[in-house]
């Protein structure tokens, strides 16, 4: 498909353990996002990537959690030694890195669960 | 200081009323481009309308449109003749420019609930 792809969709992790989740964006999209949501909440800023530069990751909880963007495309986000407070839905969206009209599109988010 | 501000946490309407959720935001930027999403139940994140920094006219998306105050730092959306699907959550959300690093930043959202 040509929409941003996010897997896991659900993801039950034991207390302690690193999980990774993963998010392809739509091709060409300079510009890839990481949001945390939790039940009934905002959209929680975590890091932003954009071309070539160094990542805004000013929005990473702590240091457990970290990011990666390998070629430009496809995105890990690992958090390591989960813990309760993590559970959340993970959200990953993408857009033109431009102010112009492009609006960013959202994955389907994963969904984390820490038990 | 929060860059995007949406002081409704939760609001109320009447069924085919015309409803009003508030935004306003803050940047340096002179280009930069606002939106607009739904995010019912469902989880998912819907793309409503769009409003940029230069445009001279309010946005309009069928029922949606955009109420842009650039002075006042405002871009309220407004939802004309609410139906019972309206029921979700709204983000308003800013990209900003150059300074900003062109980053989409999103408010901290409006639960509208819709009444029969």
Known sequence: GAGVSQSPSNKVTEKGKDVELRCDPISGHTALYWYRQSLGQGLEFLIYFQGNSAPDKSGLPSDRFSAERTGGSVSTLTIQRTQQEDSAVYLCASSEGRTGGTEAFFGQGTRLTVV | ?116
């Open chain 2, 1 to 116: 200081a929060q860059k995007i501000t949406q002081t409704q946490p939760g609001m109320f309407v009447q069924e085919k009323e015309a409803v009003t959720l508030d935004c306003t935001y803050d940047t340096s930027d002179q280009s930069y481009g606002l939106f607009w999403y739904k995010q019912p139940s469902s989880g998912e994140m819907i793309f409503l309308i769009y409003q940029g920094s230069y445009d001279e006219q309010n946005a309009t998306e069928g029922r949606y449109s955009l109420n842009f105050q650039k002075a006042r730092k405002s871009a309220n959306l407004v939802i004309s003749a609410s139906q019972l699907g309206d029921s979700a959550m709204y983000f308003c959300a800013m990209r900003e420019g150059l300074t900003g690093g062109f980053k989409t930043i999103f408010g901290a959202g409006t639960r509208l609930f819709v009444k029969a």
